[in-house]
C-alpha cells in the first residue's frame, strides 16, 4: 500500500485556536500586541499577523508594561508568566490544550519520587518549556 501525504498540510486544532486567540485580540485591542515566540511555524502566517499588528518577542522584557501579550501555542514556563503579571500585562494563552496537558502531567510527577522525563518528537521549544516546569529531572529525548 501506498500511502501519500499532501503537501502542505492543515494545521492542528491548537496551532488554529493560537492563530485564532491572536486574530481576537487585534480586534479587541488594536494594534500593537505582542506575541511572545511565533505563534506557529509558518512564516506566511505569521507575516500576515505582523502585517495586521502582531510584534512577536523572544522575552516577555521586550514587552512595554500594562501591553497585551499572548503566550504561544508552545506554552511558558511559571517564571514567565509571572513576569508577564509583574509587567501588568493583559494575558492571553494560545497555548495548545495538549501541552498544557504535557505540563499538568509533569506537575502530577513531580509528587512522584521518579526524577526523569521522556519526550518523542517534540520540537525543541516545547522541551524546554516543559523542562521550565520540572527543572531538576534528567531528560531523556527519543
Same mark, same amino acid.
Given at each position: 500500500?501506498?500511502?501519500?501525504?499532501?503537501?502542505? &498540510?492543515? #494545521?492542528?486544532?491548537?496551532?488554529? *485556536?493560537?492563530?485564532?486567540?491572536?486574530? +481576537?485580540?487585534?480586534? =479587541?485591542?488594536?494594534?500593537?500586541?505582542?506575541?511572545?515566540?511565533?505563534?506557529?511555524?509558518?512564516? #506566511?502566517?505569521?507575516?500576515? =499577523?505582523?502585517?495586521?499588528?502582531?510584534? #512577536?518577542?523572544?522575552?516577555?522584557?521586550?514587552?512595554?508594561?500594562?501591553?497585551?501579550?499572548? #503566550? !504561544?501555542?508552545?506554552?511558558?514556563?511559571?517564571?514567565? *508568566?509571572?513576569?508577564?503579571?509583574? =509587567?501588568?500585562?493583559?494575558?492571553?494563552?494560545?497555548?495548545?490544550?495538549?501541552?498544557?496537558?504535557?505540563?499538568?502531567?509533569?506537575? &502530577?510527577?513531580?509528587?512522584?519520587?521518579? !526524577?526523569? =522525563?521522556? %519526550?518523542? *518528537? &517534540?520540537?525543541? &521549544? !516545547? *522541551? +524546554?518549556?516543559? %523542562?521550565?516546569?520540572?527543572?531538576?529531572?534528567?531528560?531523556?529525548?527519543?
Amino acid at each position: 500500500m501506498k500511502v501519500l501525504l499532501a503537501n502542505p &498540510r492543515g #494545521f492542528c486544532a491548537g496551532v488554529e *485556536r493560537a492563530i485564532e486567540i491572536v486574530e +481576537r485580540a487585534l480586534e =479587541l485591542h488594536g494594534a500593537p500586541i505582542y506575541v511572545r515566540h511565533e505563534v506557529v511555524h509558518n512564516k #506566511f502566517v505569521v507575516d500576515s =499577523l505582523k502585517t495586521k499588528g502582531a510584534i #512577536f518577542v523572544e522575552e516577555i522584557d521586550e514587552v512595554p508594561a500594562g501591553k497585551v501579550v499572548i #503566550f !504561544s501555542a508552545h506554552g511558558v514556563s511559571k517564571a514567565v *508568566r509571572q513576569q508577564a503579571n509583574e =509587567l501588568g500585562a493583559i494575558i492571553y494563552d494560545a497555548t495548545c490544550p495538549l501541552v498544557t496537558k504535557v505540563h499538568k502531567e509533569v506537575v &502530577r510527577k513531580q509528587k512522584k519520587p521518579s !526524577s526523569h =522525563l521522556n %519526550w518523542t *518528537r &517534540r520540537t525543541p &521549544r !516545547s *522541551r +524546554r518549556h516543559t %523542562w521550565a516546569i520540572k527543572p531538576k529531572c534528567k531528560c531523556y529525548i527519543d
